[in-house]
């Protein structure tokens, strides 16, 4: 399996000061991430609101607390924002988590979305024919990635809550000319999708965003085949921090509040029955927070 790569921080366009972050170009490292993160600013830009602030994706903070539903809906809100700004032409992700041949496979507005942490492609291994589900597939660019790999006998699938990504991912879809592609809507604690009917789950910085990881994980184990596997890139806090901690490092839909500790993650799958389970920190994100890629079996 390939081994992933270190993500460095130095080349987020994103981040830094809640003033850099409004800037597209803007980079920072992680002391200028943590920073970034504590007041506001996030992994698509400057935290969600009604007003998009200029030259970024997002706006200001949403605040860290609530219920899943007003989490799920603070989520919603803030990526609905950057689908919208990134199909009107502002670049809101970090398009060089891809390498350039990647990048050449792409739609620019799929590049645009690109609001990931990592590269799921990189440790998932795909191979012609198979199934891949992609859970919260924004904009598009892994599935658009996964379908190249399982080729016109395999399937790529995405799931998305937001209308707004949806339709962005359709459109570049067409635009990609991919066929073999299909985008749901729904949740991913409750996957619309049959049991035993996906060989691969990838993710991209999506399952922190969750406000009921277990049925998360429960719904993966419920669609994967046996012998199906997860690569799944997403942020993961240092065990010692607790959840206290993290929500004052930053808010839920900055993708800090909700994530969870490499002990818990490990924990979490292999209560859902997976095997082989491993998470492998591969860059610095915050302060004591880092992008990681997840692995696991089901059995």
């Known amino acids: 399996m390939t081994e992933p790569i270190t993500i460095s921080t130095s080349t987020n366009p994103c981040c830094g000061t809640t003033a850099a972050a409004e800037q597209a170009e803007a980079c920072c490292d992680p002391a200028a991430k943590t920073e970034a993160v504590t007041t506001g600013a996030t992994c698509c830009g400057p935290a969600a609101s009604t007003e998009p602030a200029a030259g970024g994706c997002c706006g200001?903070?949403?605040?860290?607390?609530?219920?899943?539903?007003?989490?799920?809906?603070?989520?919603?809100?803030?990526?609905?924002?950057?689908?919208?700004?990134?199909?009107?032409?502002?670049?809101c992700g970090n398009e060089e988590l891809y390498d350039g041949d990647e990048r050449g496979e792409l739609p620019e507005a799929a590049l645009r979305a690109s609001l990931g942490c990592g590269n799921p492609l990189r440790v998932a291994d795909l191979n012609p024919g198979e199934t891949v589900l992609d859970l919260g597939s924004g904009g598009g660019i892994d599935v658009l990635l996964s379908a190249r790999r399982?080729?016109?006998?395999?399937?790529?699938?995405?799931?998305?809550?937001?209308?707004?990504?949806?339709?962005?991912?359709?459109?570049?879809?067409a635009e990609a000319g991919a066929t073999n592609v299909e985008f749901h809507k729904g949740h991913i604690?409750?996957?619309?999708?049959?049991?035993?009917?996906?060989?691969?789950?990838?993710?991209?910085?999506?399952?922190?965003?969750?406000?009921?990881?277990?049925?998360?994980?429960?719904?993966?184990?419920?669609?994967?085949?046996?012998?199906?596997?997860?690569?799944?890139?997403?942020?993961?806090?240092?065990?010692?921090?607790?959840?206290?901690?993290?929500?004052?490092?930053?808010?839920?839909?900055?993708?800090?509040?909700?994530?969870l500790s490499r002990s818990e993650y490990i924990a979490g799958l292999t209560a859902a029955g997976f095997t082989d389970v491993s998470v492998e920190f591969t860059g610095a994100y915050a302060e004591s927070m880092h992008a990681a890629i997840v692995r696991a079996c089901r059995p």
């Not at 609530?66 to 700004?85: H, N, W």
């Not at 429960?218 to 901690?245: K, N, Y």
């Open 150 to 173: 399982v080729g016109p006998t395999g399937t790529a699938h995405g799931l998305d809550m937001t209308d707004e990504m949806l339709e962005l991912a359709r459109r570049n879809a």
């Open 60 to 91: 200001t903070a949403t605040g860290t607390s609530g219920d899943g539903a007003s989490i799920r809906e603070q989520v919603r809100a803030r990526y609905a924002s950057a689908a919208t700004r990134a199909a009107e032409g502002d670049r």
């Open 189 to 259: 604690e409750d996957i619309p999708l049959p049991d035993a009917s996906i060989d691969v789950i990838i993710s991209n910085c999506v399952i922190n965003l969750s406000a009921d990881k277990p049925a998360v994980f429960a719904e993966m184990h419920r669609v994967l085949r046996p012998g199906g596997r997860i690569g799944i890139s997403d942020v993961v806090a240092e065990d010692h921090l607790t959840p206290q901690q993290r929500g004052v490092i930053g808010d839920w839909s900055a993708c800090i509040a909700g994530a």
